[in-house]
């Protein structure tokens, strides 16, 4: 039945899963809303029999060749046990309850402990409160938010994680809580990659721009571009660029009046990783320690 509504949806230009019940291990979930959608799938609100809301990351693999879609299957079931692990050491890690993959539909479901806004929907919603002018958010938010953004990147750059896609699109309050949903791009300390594979600006230049004949490896300093550039997100209310003075703020702001966010944004959106700090040197800086 879910399918003929899916299709149904489809041919109406409405979302294939609001308003269905899907079995998840035989359990029945109600799908009520879309939050969001990335390049392989999208992420719903839901509900189970019992009353209880929940995530649930849609992936959708119909159509990719067989050996793609393996490998696609294998990188998700790679951030299932990523997110297990991690989150036996880190509060700012998102909840697994169930993962599913039909390989008959081509569909995967992976349900989550369900948040609220994410980082991104708060900037902008309070930069809409402040007529969008100003920083987005007040210093002492920022730097609460920065505290936990530094401790989720030691956890993950302990168990030679890099994430390369950090933003605040997969950065999910929990109360005033931040929790990581989304390592679905991860890759294993200093091995190679391939370019843009992440979000333009949050994601470090080395791994969105490409150049001919270079063999491509990404070190643990992208994710340390990606806090610079979620830092920047939370005060200026936009995204740096790729240049060589990337944290100065944009043409016609004046700069943040704190000169320690200042300084961790001069170390943090260096174009060159070799130049740029690590997650021990943003740890022990200053304003992280106050």
């Known amino acids: 039945m879910g399918g003929l509504i899916s299709r149904a949806n489809r041919l109406l230009n409405k979302d294939p899963y609001t308003g269905i019940t899907v079995q998840i291990h035989n359990v029945p979930y109600s799908f009520e809303r879309r939050l969001g959608s990335g390049g392989f799938g999208s992420v719903y609100q839901a509900k189970r029999l019992d009353g209880r809301s929940v995530a649930i990351k849609v992936i959708n693999l119909n159509g990719l060749p067989p050996a793609r879609s393996q490998n696609l299957v294998r990188t998700y079931l790679n951030e299932v046990a990523h997110l297990e692990r991690l989150r036996q050491e880190s509060r700012h890690v998102v909840v697994i309850h169930d993962f599913d993959f039909d390989a008959r539909s081509g569909q995967g479901y992976i349900v989550m402990e369900l948040g609220g806004e994410n980082l991104l929907t708060l900037i902008n919603r309070l930069r809409q409160m402040n007529n969008n002018s100003g920083p987005s958010i007040d210093p002492v938010m920022i730097k609460e938010f920065w505290h936990q953004m530094v401790s989720i990147v030691r956890t993950?750059?302990?168990?030679?994680?890099?994430?390369?896609?950090?933003?605040?699109?997969?950065?999910?309050?929990?109360?005033?809580?931040?929790?990581?949903?989304?390592?679905?791009?991860?890759?294993?300390?200093?091995?190679?990659?391939?370019?843009?594979?992440?979000?333009?600006?949050?994601?470090?230049?080395?791994?969105?721009?490409?150049?001919?004949?270079?063999?491509?490896?990404?070190?643990?300093?992208?994710?340390?571009?990606?806090?610079?550039?979620?830092?920047?997100?939370?005060?200026?209310?936009?995204?740096?660029?790729?240049?060589?003075?990337?944290?100065n703020p944009p043409i016609g702001q004046p700069a943040y009046p704190d000169p320690s966010v200042n300084d961790i944004l001069r170390r943090t959106l260096v174009p060159n990783p070799q130049s740029r700090a690590d997650i021990n040197a943003l740890i022990f800086h200053p304003y992280t320690r106050s």
């Open 156 to 247: 993950l750059h302990a168990h030679q994680i890099i994430h390369m896609d950090l933003k605040p699109d997969n950065l999910i309050l929990f109360g005033r809580t931040l929790k990581i949903a989304d390592l679905g791009i991860s890759r294993k300390a200093d091995s190679l990659g391939h370019a843009r594979m992440g979000t333009p600006f949050f994601s470090a230049p080395e791994v969105m721009q490409d150049v001919a004949g270079l063999q491509r490896f990404y070190g643990p300093k992208a994710d340390i571009w990606s806090l610079g550039a979620i830092l920047y997100f939370m005060v200026y209310g936009r995204p740096p660029t790729y240049h060589a003075l990337a944290s």
